[in-house]
């Protein structure tokens, strides 16, 4: 079995900073791709940018540019680097990952980001 642990969420001013972090534990195969999903109050979730094993990323088009996904393999932890923070970034942030071997699926708990006007 697989947990997730979030941090780094918190409040910032529009322009600003955040870094999150998500450290993998348990039962992680090797091959697998780690994600970041955010939730806005009456909105679905959605991706923001997720990474595999081997290092190739992808991002919503809103974050692109902004936002930099990277990984440290041997500590199983995923990071979102979050910059020039708009007020439409405000979410739930939720990490994600997915076995690519056993095809399962886990979330963290969820990391509120708020960013005022």
């Known amino acids: 079995q697989v947990q997730l642990v979030e941090s780094g969420g918190g409040l910032v001013q529009a322009g600003g900073s955040l870094r999150l972090s998500c450290a993998a534990s348990g039962s992680i195969f090797r091959f697998n791709r780690m994600g970041w999903y955010r939730q806005a109050p009456g909105k679905q979730r959605e991706l923001v940018a997720a990474?595999?094993?081997?290092?190739?990323?992808n991002y919503a088009d809103s974050v692109k540019g902004r936002f930099t996904i990277s990984r440290d393999n041997a500590k199983n932890t995923v990071y979102l680097q979050m910059n020039s923070l708009k007020p439409e970034d405000t979410a739930v942030y939720y990490c994600n990952l997915v076995s690519l071997v056993a095809g399962t699926r886990t979330w963290g708990q969820g990391t509120q980001v708020t960013v005022s006007s």
């Open positions: 990474i595999i094993s081997g290092g190739s990323t």
